[in-house]
Nanobody, 124 residues
Framework: QVQLVESGGGLVQAGGSLRLSCAAS????????MGWFRQAPGKERGFVAA????????FYADSVKGRFTISRDNAKNAVYLQMNNMKPEDTAVYYC?????????????????WGQGTQVTVSS
């Protein structure tokens, strides 16, 4: 089992920045792909960003390209999401996820473990 705990969410004004963190514990491995997803009220959970085991490959949803950056620190079993120039439409609960393969994935079905989520609210 892998446990994931997200942190760093909160309230920010449009144009502002937040940095989300996700700490993994349990049967962790540096050889796991990791990702961020989000779910806005009344919408399905959707892909935000993903990163391969060594950070060599990253993927982003079109809606966040150029504004969000995913990174990881395998020594700390952590993944991060730096969010800049935020927009009200970024308001959602953000979840981190882990998949037990080295590659990243853009679909939620490809991930075995999920955190509980952290709320991000962007005011206009």
């Amino acid at each position: 089992q892998v446990q994931l705990v997200e942190s760093g969410g909160g309230l920010v004004q449009a144009g502002g920045s937040l940095r989300l963190s996700c700490a993994a514990s349990g049967r962790t491995s540096s050889s796991y792909g990791m990702g961020w997803f989000r779910q806005a009220p009344g919408k399905e959970r959707g892909f935000v960003a993903a990163i391969s085991w060594n950070g060599g490959s990253t993927f982003y949803a079109d809606s966040v390209k150029g504004r969000f950056t995913i990174s990881r620190d395998n020594a700390k079993n952590a993944v991060y999401l730096q969010m800049n120039n935020m927009k009200p439409e970024d308001t959602a609960v953000y979840y981190c996820a882990v998949r037990r393969t080295v590659a990243a994935a853009t679909k939620g079905a490809g991930y075995e473990y999920w955190g509980q989520g952290t709320q991000v609210t962007v005011s206009s």
